[in-house]
């Protein structure tokens, strides 16, 4: 390289902002980029002034200096790696300039094609302009021209024009009455009060010339019919609002009162106003609306006709009201006036529109009532802009609260219906339990499951379908629906409170009638309930504990986005509604179901002669009955709830055959209730046995498992029987009755219960009363009961 390569650095280094500053003024940059450029220079020329010769990035670089320090200061090998390193640097110069010059190519390009083109249209533009310039000087010498030759007779010409001017308003003055009487003929009124009000003030101010009075009287005389004949169309009242409103208006142009012309003009549409209310009302009536009409079909259409007559003149009527009187003297009173006239007319058309909306009882898609709503709302809006008075905002207020009250009436209907629902599924449930199976007893339980199934499936349905015909009150393009007054409390005490929380209480309240007395449908709950559906509810009422209730409050808020700050009622009091309903429904089942059995018990006992009776030779068929009975309800159960925990089962209750009773601890354990041989008073040591034995609670709530329902039948079941012996006398052959019984009771009962103890202290408790009430206490032989319950 022919230059030293500190040298080129430099001179690289020094102009390499150059470009980018003459690139910057051709973009033309920011002020505020211009400063900082400005002040960064200012910096390196700081910068420079304290740089030496040898800084070779300082305008007072010297090669040789630098040269010289490097040889003198540097060994071989960091000059070698000095030389690389500033080869690198004017690589990199290079190849930054010529990045620079490619990517600004095209712009110099387009730059140079620029002037070229600009250079020819200047050119031509010339050219034009030095052909305007010609123009301009003939025009300038014509105009001198014609100013000289007219100048003399200027003035001549100026009143000239000003005395055709004066004899055309003459002209206008004397044909006045005839175009008066023209315009009257063709009843063109308001060209006549315009050609009037244009010449009555310089009528009135040359009246002392007698041409001029004459004129005046003559046109004072016209305008005086046209005024009668505006009053008289004025009260006819048979054209519409805007001709009304015309007459009025002409009526004020002429003079007339302004006060007077308030109380007739709202006086003949108040007229007109009322044939509308009279044809809305026949059409609520049921009655022949406008013209032979029929009455609407529906909500939507009789709000249409409401809105685009009634209002829609009521509308009207304001606007013209206001434009007539309200710029006007007065202006206060007048405007009162119209808001009374208003509040009366509109009070009757809400209650016209409450009745007709108190006949859409129809269930179903709510989209033609809600648009019906939103219309009805938007005019509301709209003649309140119209009539801003305080009057006239208790009105709007009123037909907000119509909306609103409309809106929770329906939430109160599918209340109803979801109400009339249940009822229903409830009344197909009874009918299908008390439908005849062809199928053994016992055997109807696998229907069960699938009512229950059917039955929740069914309200969740229904649930869903009433919240999706209510969401349509809170659609984005309703304008109600936005307003803070319906939408918050609308969704939360409307909709949540109001029909979910409502129908979920009312479904537990309900079910738990069935066993209080007061069932729905009318029945009376408990006698007339089959216990199935007692189960069946129970169950319903659980899963509702469990899981449902708060599916369905989650789907609502997730719906409605509840976002009002009123209270509501939580979930976990709802829960423990269900989970209370569905133990009042189950304890109701195991009485109901006890009482069955203890029915039977009772009358076996009662109609039967113990102390006569013949010597057993088989078990009693009731008893037989009550152990078919309790397999059945263990069925029944089992399809609805879970097995249950039974407490450790002795390996004697476990045999399946009649052993139980053979064993020497069940004898010995026996003996002392009907051994007559005993050495102790049987009455004595049953009262100490009772004193160490647990006490059992019959009526004891039952827990939601199929062990402890069937626990609690038998305990009243043979409690029953406990006490209906305790009532009797029985004979030598009637307590070995007993013993039969009971012996075979207890081989078939303890798999039913969660203590097999329970069963043993029941008929332990049989068996000795029987024998404390016996006239001949001799037991039977254990081997002789086991024979003859093998053979039953």
């Known amino acids: 390289m022919s230059a030293p390569p500190g040298g080129r650095a430099s001179a690289s280094a020094a102009g390499r902002p150059r470009p980018r500053g003459m690139l910057k003024l051709y973009y033309g940059l920011p002020e505020k980029e211009k400063e900082e450029e400005g002040a960064a220079k200012e910096q390196e020329a700081a910068a420079a002034l304290q740089a030496g010769p040898t800084d070779i990035n300082g305008p007072r670089f010297d090669p040789e200096a630098f040269l010289t320090k490097l040889r003198r200061e540097c060994p071989l090998s960091q000059l070698m790696d000095c030389e690389t390193d500033m080869v690198k640097q004017i690589r990199a110069l290079d190849s930054d300039m010529q990045t620079l010059v490619y990517e600004n190519y095209n712009k110099f390009i387009s730059a140079t094609d620029t002037i070229r083109k600009m250079k020819n249209d200047f050119k031509k533009m010339e050219d034009e302009m030095d052909c305007l310039a010609a123009n301009m000087a003939v025009i300038t010498e014509f105009s001198a021209s014609i100013s000289s030759t007219l100048q003399d007779q200027h003035e001549q010409i100026t009143k000239l024009s000003g005395v055709h001017a004066l004899l055309r308003k003459l002209q206008f003055l004397f044909e006045l009455p005839s175009r008066l009487t023209k315009c009257l003929e ?75 012309l308030c109380a007739e003009f709202l006086s003949q549409a108040g007229v007109r106003l009322e044939e509308e209310l009279a044809s809305l009302e026949a059409e609520v009536d049921g009655g022949v609306g406008d013209a032979g009409a029929p009455p609407p079909s529906d909500i939507l259409e009789f709000t249409d006709r409401g809105c685009s007559r009634f209002v829609g003149n009521l509308c009207l009527v304001a606007a013209s009201y206001q434009a007539l009187f309200a710029s006007r003297e007065g202006a206060p009173t007048a405007r009162r006036q119209l808001a009374t006239f208003v509040d009366g007319l509109l009070s009757r058309y809400f209650a016209l529109v409450e009745r007709r909306l108190r006949r859409e009882t129809g269930l179903g898609d709510n989209s033609l009532l809600v648009r019906a709503l939103d219309r009805f709302h938007r005019r509301l809006q709209a003649l309140a802009q119209l009539v801003p008075e305080s009057s006239l905002a208790a009105a709007e207020a009123e037909g907000s609260e119509i909306v609103a009250r409309a809106a929770r009436e329906r939430t109160g209907q599918y209340l109803q219906a979801l109400r009339g629902f249940f009822g229903e599924c409830l009344t197909d449930v009874r009918q299908a339990l008390a439908a005849p199976l062809p199928r053994p007893l016992g055997k109807e339980g696998p229907g069960l499951a699938e009512l229950l199934a059917s039955l929740s499936a069914a309200l969740l349905n229904q649930v869903k379908a009433v919240l999706s015909y209510v969401h349509l009150f809170t659609a984005k393009d309703i304008t109600f629906a936005s307003q803070p007054y319906f939408k918050g409390p609308f969704c939360s005490q409307g909709v949540r409170e109001g029909l979910v929380v409502a129908f979920l209480r009312s479904l537990c309240q309900t079910a738990v009638g069935f066993c209080e007395g007061g069932a729905a449908g009318g029945e009376r709950g408990g006698g007339c309930t089959p216990p199935a559906l007692l189960l069946l509810l129970s169950r319903l009422c659980l899963d509702y504990e469990a899981s449902t209730i708060s599916y369905i409050l989650t789907l609502t808020d997730e719906q409605f986005l509840v976002q009002d700050h009123s209270p509501v009622t939580p ?105 007559p041989s005993a050495p102790m008073d049987t009455n004595l040591l049953s009262n100490i046995q009772k004193l160490f034995s647990e006490r059992i609670d019959i009526f004891s709530p039952v827990e939601f498992n199929k062990v402890s329902v069937l626990t609690g039948i038998l305990k009243i079941s043979l409690k029953t029987f406990l006490e209906c012996v305790r009532l009797r006398t029985f004979g030598r052959f009637g307590l070995q009755q007993i013993q039969v019984d009971c012996y075979y009771l207890q081989l078939y009962l303890w798999r039913f219960v969660s203590d097999e103890n329970l069963v043993h202290f029941l008929l332990d408790e049989i068996v000795g009363s029987a024998a404390h009430r016996c006239l001949d206490p001799v037991p039977m032989e254990q081997s002789v009961i086991e024979v003859i319950c093998e053979r039953g």
């Open 571 to 675: 979930v976990t009091a709802l829960c423990a509604e269900a989970r209370e309903a569905a133990q009042k429904l189950l304890n109701h089942y195991v009485k109901v179901q006890g009482l069955v059995v203890s029915q039977m018990l009772r009358k076996s006992v009662e109609t039967r002669d113990w102390v006569a009776t013949i010597e057993p030779r088989n078990v009693r068929a009731v008893m037989k009955r009550v152990v078919e009975d309790a397999t059945a309800i263990d069925v029944q159960v089992g399809l609805l709830y879970e097995e249950g925990v039974r407490k450790a089962q002795s390996s004697d209750s476990s045999k399946r055959t009649f052993s139980v009773y053979s064993s020497s601890r069940q004898q010995s354990r026996y003996a002392p209730s009907y051994t």
């Open 186 to 260: 063709l009843e063109a009124f308001g060209q006549a009060v315009r050609y009037h009000s244009k010449a009555r003030s310089v009528l009135h101010q040359y009246r002392h010339m007698p041409s001029f009075r004459g004129i005046q009287d003559d046109c004072n005389k016209i305008m005086a019919g046209l005024a009668l004949q505006l009053r008289q169309r004025f009260r006819e009242g048979g054209s519409g609002a805007k001709d009304l409103a015309e007459c009025v208006e002409l009526l004020l142009l002429l003079g007339e009162p302004a006060e007077e």
